[in-house]
């Protein structure tokens, strides 16, 4: 099942810095191994803001929230989530 997600990171402005740059790298680590692994297909940062969208590949929604809930950064993000399907129009027989 594909999903396409918007993330609106909302770090607290009184976090420390460390702390801040901690969460980020975990996530970073985090992020880069789900794609290595398929489940998290494409990450594209949005210009000019603390988001991203991205596209994720799994079996379930179940699977998807418990792979979004571990996110070092999800207790400060805000998620949008729209499931997607193949559009008959698509010329790519590769987006199923």
Excluded at 13 to 34: G, H, I, V, Y
Excluded at 77 to 84: A, E, Q, V, Y
Aim: include cysteine; charged fraction near 25%; hydrophobic fraction near 40%.
């Amino acid at each position: 099942m594909l999903f396409h997600v918007r993330m609106d990171v909302q770090l607290p402005p009184a976090m420390p810095a460390a702390q801040a740059d901690e969460l980020k790298k975990n996530e970073r680590e985090l992020a880069q191994s789900l794609q290595r692994s398929g489940k998290w297909r494409h990450l594209w940062r949005i210009a000019g803001q603390y988001a991203n969208f991205s596209v994720f590949d799994v079996e379930s929604v179940d699977e998807l929230h418990a792979l979004l809930t571990s996110l070092p950064l999800f207790p400060y993000m805000k998620i949008d989530i729209n499931p997607l399907c193949r559009h008959p129009s698509s010329i790519r027989d590769t987006d199923a």
